[in-house]
């Protein structure tokens, strides 16, 4: 592929990346917004079932169970494919409107704040959106081995991804805190500021994403093998790998911790330090700077210390940081804790850009030496089943993730009267996080490496 298709192509990941922001980030503000927002009710109960389940948390369950079905279908049936379209653009094809559409209608509940109307329609258009996601999200990185064949293509080809990406989301999580917090200025409601917002970013994810549908053309690429496995041999050859079990253990414990922590920064601006939702976005930017240098830094430290051992480092430090926020004590401007705030909510920001840069490179090129471990072993491509049923597990903790934030908003709070709730996201997920760093240590980054040579020889 020419220089620009492969620019083209890696448009694709952060223009899902921006609908996964709009469901798990921005959502979550509207659903349940900080208790101090006066023109925005929480849109659901926060009533607990069986003591620990929300509304939030379970229409995200649902989501997640029907689509981690989806996964593993999606990869097999994606590997298997003979369309004249591509055995990955096809799908790509059908995934991305429903993936780009359902996040806007969640803005958009039929029913009262707090009515079971606005569950269902919630919990509906949530399996749309994570159904749409899989079955363009999974064939789209599953064309990743396929064009870039070695180690260091990938890691460049992850790099650029991330150079396209991280800037972009960055930015963009910021851009809707003060979007918002200047719609209020000027007299319009939270609710119609967030709705024209999530449009405007839902239009610029499907010029995204309808990038490496017009740009990649499968039939110049080598080495896309279908597969003539059945679904039962598919799924029990893929869950008796056992490297990839070490990594997709590690990866399903991270997403879990990550993905809690991914919307907080509204609420330590709004909870924990005093401000409004336009100073949270100048917290956000804070880790432009370090999150740059942590991409530069990355090829650098693959070679001296490879991937392995570089994510291991990366997600190790992002647990420690979020660890720290729970030393976050909530204050009003000016008052007895908050420069210590400002210094620990701003120094974790900052310190959590390189990590977060570099986890954005390298898992995918950890998964690439699996998959051509695998290819070694059967003779045929299978990139979309790993990332299929990669995508089973991690949906799971995606959920799950949910749940336990609307869990631990509603029974400690996420108010300036009742900050607790605030303030234990923080050293959940960095937990999470360093447990994650744990397992990755043990991953055989030698032995699959090995084994995957067979596959050159």
């Not at 659901?44 to 649902?62: D, K």
């Not at 204050?331 to 570099?358: M, Q, S």
């Not at 049923?389 to 009267?417: D, E, I």
């Not at 050293?427 to 240590?441: D, T």
């Amino acid at each position: 592929m020419t220089p620009a298709r492969r620019l083209l192509y890696a448009l694709g990941s952060p223009g899902f990346g921006i609908t996964a922001q709009i469901v798990m980030a921005i959502g979550v503000y509207y659903y349940l917004p900080p208790g101090n927002v006066d023109d925005l009710a929480p849109q659901l109960s926060s009533t607990l079932y069986l003591g620990i389940f929300t509304a939030y948390g379970l229409a995200r369950l649902v989501g997640g169970l029907i689509d981690s079905v989806a996964e593993p279908l999606v990869g097999h049936w994606s590997d298997r494919s003979r369309s004249r379209l591509g055995r990955r653009r096809s799908f790509m094809i059908a995934g991305i409107l429903p993936m780009i559409i359902a996040p806007v209608l969640i803005f958009w509940p039929p029913g009262e704040p707090g009515s079971s109307v606005n569950f269902v329609w919630l919990s509906v258009l949530l399996v749309v959106y994570f159904v749409g996601l899989t079955v363009y999200a999974a064939p789209y990185l599953g064309l990743m081995p396929e064009i870039a064949r070695t180690e260091q293509e990938r890691v460049k080809l992850s790099q650029l991804f991330a150079l396209v990406g991280f800037p972009l989301l960055v930015f963009l999580g910021p851009a809707w805190q003060i979007g918002v917090e200047s719609a209020r200025d000027a007299g319009i409601s939270s609710e119609q500021a967030l709705r024209t917002i999530v449009c405007a970013m839902s239009a610029l994810a499907f010029v995204m994403c309808l990038a490496p549908i017009l740009a990649v053309d499968e039939s110049r690429l080598e080495h896309g093998v279908p597969s003539d496995l059945t679904l039962r041999e598919a799924l029990s050859t893929t869950v008796r790998n056992r490297p990839f079990l070490i990594y997709l253990a590690a990866q399903v414990l991270f997403i879990l911790g990550i993905t809690m922590a991914q919307p907080l920064i509204p609420y330590l601006a709004e909870v924990v330090l005093g401000r409004d939702l336009a100073f949270a976005g100048l917290l956000g930017l804070s880790s432009v700077p370090s999150g740059i240098a942590g991409f530069l830094l990355t090829p650098l430290m693959v070679r001296r210390l490879g991937p392995k051992a570089t994510v291991t480092a990366a997600v190790t430090l992002m647990g420690v940081i979020l660890c720290g926020l729970g030393l976050a004590r909530p204050d009003v401007p000016g008052g007895p804790d908050d420069v210590r705030n400002l210094v620990l909510c701003f120094g974790a920001v900052i310190l959590f850009g390189p990590g977060l840069a570099i986890f954005l490179v390298l898992p995918n090129v950890i998964l690439g030496q699996l998959i051509d471990r695998d290819e070694a072993r059967t003779g045929a491509n299978r990139s979309a089943m790993f990332y299929g049923s990669q995508g089973l597990f991690t949906k799971w903790a995606y959920a799950a993730s949910a749940m336990l934030l609307s869990y631990l908003f509603a029974r400690f709070g996420n108010s300036p009267a009742e900050p607790l709730g605030v303030i234990l996201v923080g050293p959940v997920s960095g937990c999470l996080c360093l447990c994650a760093a744990l397992i990755y240590a043990f991953y055989p980054e030698r032995q699959v490496l090995a084994e995957a040579e067979r596959r050159s020889s």
